[in-house]
Each structure stands twice: as structure tokens, then as C-alpha cells.
T-cell receptor
Framework: DAGVTQSPTHLIKTRGQQVTLRCSPK?????VSWYQQALGQGPQFIFQYYEEEERQRGNFPDRFSGHQFPNYSSELNVNALLLGDSALYLC??????????????FGEGSRLTVL | AQRVTQPEKLLSVFKGAPVELKCNYSYSGSPELFWYVQYSRQRLQLLLR??SRESIKGFTADLNKGETSFHLKKPFAQEEDSAMYYC????????????FGQGTRLTINP
């Protein structure tokens, strides 16, 4: 099991452009969460997908949107990029269990640089 | 508001010395707290959770509701403990969302 995989690992965009990041969850996991990690900061929750719907959302503008596919993989889209969107974007997966242990399985992240 | 504060960005101790990484939280309710760790060139991963009251790799953490703290401790540091440590709070009952602190980089000197 490769665990959570993310692509691309690095990308550079210019202000105003749009970006799509991709994530495949760990085998057996059906819930995908996205986090933004700015330099020197901890991960900040963007949103979470389960059963192909956005279930929870953090304090991020509508420029941030996502999607989950029937195979549980997910995409994060960011429109109208700003310099402040430069960050490491982490995908995390977990099983949808009533007694969730608190363990998220993270990918290696996609590092986005906006120029 | 839910908040996690790790007051030390950097912490450096000598091998064999005790380690304490501080974490304070703000939460109106019964908190669930975790420590996540990221070793060099590895992914962010769960180290321990308060509800399990477990010791992992010699580390323990006790939830102190009076002081709203969840400090991570180890009596004798090892070089392999050098890593980035994040304290995290489960945002609400039933939610699979974590609120992370800004992290503490622990360096163990030989």
C-alpha cells in the first residue's frame, strides 16, 4: 500500500491563474481532508469530502473548491491565485468510523508557489 | 474559538536530557488532543492521543484541563527524536477535523 499519494509534488503558478491538486487516499479509506500549511505554520483545515460531498469546511474563501470521485480520490482547485496561496497543500485520508481514533494519514504534499 | 498554541518554535536539548514540548489549547467542551510528528523526509504522522494514555517511543502526554495543557514529555531524549512536533485538537465531537498548533522543531544534540 503506497499510502496517500499526491500530485504534483511541486508547481509554480502566477497570480490570477488556477490550479488543481490531486490526491489518492490510503487503501480502505473513504474520507479525504485537505490542509494548507504555510511556511512556519501548522496545517490549517480547508475542507473534507466523504461520499463525494463536501462535509466540513474551514475558513477559506470560495476560490477554494474540491471534488471527490467514486473511487474516493479527490481534487483541490484554487481559482484566481494570490501570492498568499503559496503553501504546502496536504491531503489526509481516514476511514469513516463512528469511533474515529483521531489518526489522519497524510500525503507528502503539493508545494505551490505563486509568483 | 478553538485554538492550539505551541509557544516554542525551536527546542534544543542534549541526548539523555529530559524533553518537554509545550502545548496549550482553547476549547469549550471536552477536548480530544493529539501529538503528530514529522521526521526528516517523512510524512506527518500520529504520535499519540490523550485518550489512549499510551507511551509511544518513550513519549507521554497528560491532559491537564485546569491548565488547558497537553505537554509532551520524554525523560531521556535520543537523537532519533529530532523532528517537528505538532499538537492538535479535534475540533468538535463527531468531526474528523483537527486544529493544529504551529509546531515545535526539536533538535537533540549528541
Amino acid at each position: 500500500d503506497a499510502g496517500v499519494t499526491q500530485s504534483p509534488t511541486h508547481l509554480i503558478k502566477t497570480r490570477g491563474q488556477q490550479v488543481t491538486l490531486r490526491c489518492s487516499p490510503k487503501s480502505g479509506h473513504d474520507t479525504v481532508s485537505w490542509y494548507q500549511q504555510a511556511l512556519g505554520q501548522g496545517p490549517q483545515f480547508i475542507f473534507q469530502y466523504y461520499e463525494e460531498e463536501e462535509r466540513q469546511r474551514g475558513n477559506f474563501p470560495d476560490r477554494f473548491s474540491g471534488h471527490q470521485f467514486p473511487n474516493y480520490s479527490s481534487e483541490l482547485n484554487v481559482n484566481a491565485l494570490l501570492l498568499g496561496d503559496s503553501a504546502l497543500y496536504l491531503c489526509a485520508s481516514s476511514p469513516r468510523l463512528a469511533g474515529w481514533s483521531g489518526e489522519l494519514f497524510f500525503g507528502e504534499g503539493s508545494r505551490l508557489t505563486v509568483l | 474559538a478553538q485554538r492550539v498554541t505551541q509557544p516554542e518554535k525551536l527546542l534544543s536539548v542534549f541526548k539523555g536530557a529530559p524533553v518537554e514540548l509545550k502545548c496549550n489549547y482553547s476549547y469549550s467542551g471536552s477536548p480530544e488532543l493529539f501529538w503528530y510528528v514529522q521526521y526528516s523526509r517523512q510524512r506527518l504522522q500520529l504520535l499519540l492521543r490523550h485518550i489512549s494514555r499510551e507511551s509511544i517511543k518513550g513519549f507521554t502526554a497528560d491532559l491537564n484541563k485546569g491548565e488547558t495543557s497537553f505537554h509532551l514529555k520524554k525523560p531521556f531524549a535520543q537523537e532519533e527524536d529530532s523532528a517537528m512536533y505538532y499538537c492538535a485538537l479535534r475540533s468538535s465531537q463527531g468531526a474528523q477535523k483537527l486544529v493544529f498548533g504551529q509546531g515545535t522543531r526539536l533538535t537533540i544534540n549528541p
